[in-house]
């Protein structure tokens, strides 16, 4: 008798269950704490103003309706694989399970490359003459060494690298407040809109900037066959990394309008270390553009450690290839996934820019939210003989009205790129489904 996606997964031995409740915490708040916030806070404030904080509170209500979503469903069905196990069970759909897994599989290993092409950049260059791409090439191979090296060591490098990149935004929140005690920040500059906008408007446009600094709490979904006593642990570590995530962002963004008027803090881009600089405190730059590259160092560790595990947990629901599943005897990590994530992250350094990079990773990821936040509705019939974390249903159905929404402020240019992928995930998908199909 042939078996169900998710009968064959739970048939296979299962990954080290090494990850304790603080580990996870600092996971996920250093995947939400990524690079992304030492350059956003200029472009948000060319959206809407001074008043940075407000698209980022918005932000954070958005990717906490969606937390809840995630937090019922590891809780529930504790599997790697995440997203595409969710739609699997939800839709019955082996092609929706697979698109699902390859819209987070995509966005996760294009955003490592643009991370690897952003620490090869100017912060790098600060410390040293080397070739972009050689350097991007060194960085990734370095990642999956340390990925495939073991769970355990891999967030025990996270921890470090989590406590340096926060160093830095509490830096800047310091130096915000060295300046006004002398007389020097302007704090009605933090409730100051754009001239000539409507702020609704603008609020949500910037919301969907501000949104990007929040995704990867959704990674540490495919880590839930590794976290101890995940029924507990997940909800605490999730919702208690993204408001910590949240309040240290609109310090951040109060900091940086207080100190720099909005036309300096757009023409930038390099935004902190303006206001680093122009507080009075006399910081080094290289120690800034130190604490900047640890920072994308470690969302680029998380989010190849995501990919690894997601390429297995799809492997296993016989999605993707099966030798992906494989993992190391000793180790206990999935060694082949590591290696193919890599090789595709090296690739994409060397055909594509870093904004063009960055741009799909959250129009992809808005499509496995839709996904996840139905799949919490569809799912509630299925009801199981174990404690778990439940959410009011209407936080799923705000959820994907929030989702919509920041849709709905995509550009074409986005949606094509967009779809010109999910088109690729298709062709993948019906080349595997013909490699396995039973003989006559």
Known sequence: MTQSPSNRASSKPSLRRAITGPMLFLFILGDVLGAGVYALAGTIAGEVGGAIWVPLLVALFFA???????????????????ASVFAEKAF???????????????AAVTSAAGLSLAFAGDYLAAFIDISPHLA??????????????????????????????????????????????????????????KPGINPMLAVLGAALLAFYSFVGFETSANLAEEIRDVRKVYPRALFGALVTAGIVYMAVGVA??????????????????????????????????????VAVA??????????????????????????????????????VAIIASSLVAIALTLTGTLAAL?????????????STNLAVLVLRRDTLDVDHFRVPTWVPVLAIVSCLLLLSQQSLDTWLRGGALLLLGMALYGCNRLATRPKA
């Open 256 to 293: 940086a309008s207080t100190v720099l008027p909005m036309d300096r803090l757009m023409a930038t881009s390099a935004p902190l270390l303006e206001v680093v600089r122009a507080s009075g405190l006399n910081i080094p730059p290289r120690l800034f553009a130190f604490i900047a590259l």
């Open 136 to 193: 991007a090439l060194i960085f990734l191979v370095v990642i999956a060494l340390l990925n495939a090296r073991g769970i355990k060591e891999s967030l025990g490098a996270n921890m470090l690298m989590t406590a340096i990149e926060l160093s830095g935004l509490l830096l800047v929140v310091v130096a915000a407040a060295w300046c006004f005690q002398a007389g020097e920040a302007n704090l009605g500059r933090a409730f100051e809109f």
């Open 358 to 370: 960055a741009q799909t990773v959250v129009l992809l990821l808005l499509f496995v939210f839709l």
């Open 64 to 82: 906490m309706l969606t937390a809840g979503s995630y937090a019922e469903l590891v809780t529930k069905y504790p599997h790697a694989g995440a």
């Open 92 to 106: 019955k759909s082996p092609l929706i399970s697979f698109l699902v897994g390859f819209s987070m599989l995509a």
């Open 298 to 335: 470690n969302g680029a560790l998380l989010t190849m450690i995501m990919a690894s595990r997601l390429t297995y947990g799809m492997a296993r629901l016989g999605l993707l290839p099966e030798p992906l599943s494989r993992v190391l005897p000793k180790r206990r990590t999935p060694w």
